[in-house]
Nanobody, 114 residues
């Protein structure tokens, strides 16, 4: 069974930083593109960044230059370094494959507020 466990969220002030981590299990991690997504209250879940098996990243415009995605194939983990966080970044953050699977896990809450 595929399982994604995201962690590292929390409350941070505008302009602050957080580093999210995700552990994946139940799949051939080293063979697939992985991604970070988020879902804000009342909004659809959206793709933020993805990274290929070889480490090539892609970012949507909203996070380009602020977020950095990375992966460790040996540990089946991905991370998301988030800098210059703003209130609009408040959401539940999830990791998954790209394209995504149905198993989303709990995600991790990120709240950006004074």
């Amino acid at each position: 069974q595929v399982h994604f466990e995201a962690s590292g969220g929390g409350l941070v002030q505008p302009g602050g930083s957080l580093r999210l981590s995700c552990a994946a299990s139940g799949l051939l991690f080293s063979l697939g593109t992985m991604a970070w997504y988020r879902q804000a209250p009342g909004e659809e879940r959206e793709l933020l960044a993805r990274i290929t098996t070889g480490g090539h990243p892609f970012y949507v415009d909203a996070v380009k230059g602020r977020f950095t995605i990375s992966r460790d194939n040996a540990k089946s983990t991905i991370e998301l370094q988030m800098n210059s966080l703003q209130p609009d970044d408040t959401a539940v953050y999830y990791c998954n494959t790209c394209p995504s699977r149905d198993d989303w896990g709990q995600g991790t809450q990120v709240t950006v507020s004074l």
